[in-house]
């Protein structure tokens, strides 16, 4: 779910994933995922980036790998973004609310 007054747009050339950044994930499994269907749950999702390594690699706050009990998570790859979550831009030409 897209978070409120946000809207996705196309990843722009040169993203570099930021904690904190809302993303879309790819539709189809890459060839870098679980080969047994265990991040599939996230093809196609808005998931929100938690940790990231380097300027490639991120885990997703959705990921409760820890909360499992298991210390690890699901890590993703700049490649795997399709779309980012920006603010959206209010309408300067509308007219001013006077209430």
């Not at 007054?5 to 499994?29: A, C, H, Q």
Request: proline share 7%; glycine share 8%; net charge positive.
């Amino acid at each position: 779910m897209i978070p409120s007054r946000m809207r996705l747009v196309k990843k722009p050339d040169g993203y570099v994933p930021k904690e904190g950044d809302w993303v879309k994930l790819v539709n189809k499994r890459p060839s870098g995922w679980n080969s047994m269907g265990e991040m599939d749950r996230y093809l196609d999702r808005v998931v929100h980036i938690k940790h990231v390594v380097g300027n490639n690699q991120f885990c997703i706050v959705e990921d409760k790998g820890y909360e499992r009990g298991r210390r690890e998570y699901w890590y993703f790859r700049d490649p795997d973004i399709t779309h980012i979550c920006t603010p959206e831009l209010f309408d300067k030409t509308a007219p001013a609310d006077e209430s």
